[in-house]
C-alpha cells in the first residue's frame, strides 16, 4: 500500500533536504508531497531545484507553489527582482544561480511553472501552502495569490476550542471540508514549537527551517516524522532569511 510523505518548507537549505530523504532511509512505496518555498533563505536554491528535478526521476512526487517560488521564476524569465523579495532571501537564490547555465535555468522554469496551487488526494486530505478563505474550498478561491499567502486558515485552526464538536453552528465551515489538511508557510516555531503542529484537522509541517529551525518531512499515514538538523547549523557562516 502507498503512503505518503510530505515535506516541508526547504528555503535553499539542500544540506537539509538531503539530511531527512537519508534518514527516511528506502523510499520505496512512498508519495513525496513538497509544500513549497523551496528557495530563498540558505545559499544552495538553486541546488534544491536540480535535486528535487532528479529526485523526481526516481520517486512518485508532487510539487506545490509556494508564494516565494513565483517571485524566483519571474526573475529567472527576465523581470526586475522585486527588492522586498531580495530582501527576504532573494538575494541568495539570485547569488545561487551565478553559475547555472542557460539551459539549467530554462528547466528550472519549466519546474516552477508546473507546480500545483494545491493537491487532493483520495482520501480527503488536502495538501496546501498557506490556505484558502472560500467556505467551498481553494477550487473557490476568489484569488490565486490567497492559497500561497493566506495564514488565516492556520490561525482559525488555532483558535477553536478543542472541546468544541464538528456538530455545532459555530464551527467552522472551512474545516469540514476535508479530513486532513496539511500546510506550511507560517512556522510553527513562532508558537514554541519544533516538531509538527495539529489543530483541528490541520497539520503544519514548517518547522522553521528558513531560519533557526529545522527541515520536517512526516509520513502522514503513520505521523512518524524525520528532522533535519538545525539549519543554522548546517550553514554556520550564514545569516538566516528575515
Not at 13 to 23: H, N, P, R, S
Not at 86 to 115: M, P, W
Not at 155 to 178: F, I
Request: proline share 3%.
Amino acid at each position: 500500500m502507498e503512503e505518503t510523505i510530505v515535506v516541508g518548507d526547504i528555503h535553499g537549505g539542500l544540506k537539509a533536504l538531503k539530511q531527512v530523504i537519508e534518514k527516511i532511509g528506502d523510499l520505496t512505496g512512498y508519495k513525496f508531497i513538497f509544500l513549497g518555498d523551496y528557495i530563498d533563505g540558505w545559499s544552495e536554491s538553486a541546488a534544491v531545484i536540480t535535486y528535487l528535478i532528479e529526485f523526481s526521476k526516481k520517486n512518485k512526487s508532487v510539487f506545490l507553489r509556494g508564494n516565494h517560488d513565483p517571485l524566483a521564476c519571474d526573475w529567472l524569465k527576465g523581470k526586475p527582482a522585486d527588492h522586498i523579495w531580495l530582501k527576504h532571501g532573494g538575494q541568495a537564490t539570485c547569488d545561487s544561480y551565478l553559475l547555472v547555465n542557460d539551459a539549467a535555468r530554462a528547466i528550472h522554469i519549466e519546474f516552477f511553472d508546473s507546480l500545483k496551487d494545491f493537491y487532493e488526494d483520495d482520501a480527503e486530505r488536502l495538501f496546501i501552502h498557506a490556505g484558502f478563505t472560500s467556505v467551498k474550498g481553494p477550487h473557490h478561491e476568489g484569488h490565486q495569490s490567497t492559497l500561497i499567502w493566506d495564514r488565516s486558515l492556520w490561525e482559525l485552526a488555532l483558535a477553536v476550542d478543542p472541546l468544541m464538536s464538528k456538530d455545532s453552528k459555530r464551527y467552522p465551515a472551512r474545516l469540514l471540508l476535508y479530513k486532513e489538511i496539511f500546510i506550511g508557510h507560517t512556522p510553527i516555531t513562532h508558537i514554541g514549537e519544533t516538531t509538527p503542529v495539529k489543530s483541528c484537522n490541520v497539520w503544519n509541517i514548517d518547522t522553521g527551517a528558513a531560519a533557526k529551525g529545522r527541515l520536517t518531512a512526516m509520513n502522514i499515514d503513520t505521523k512518524v516524522f524525520w528532522q533535519s538538523d538545525k539549519l543554522k547549523e548546517l550553514y554556520p557562516l550564514e545569516v538566516e532569511r528575515n
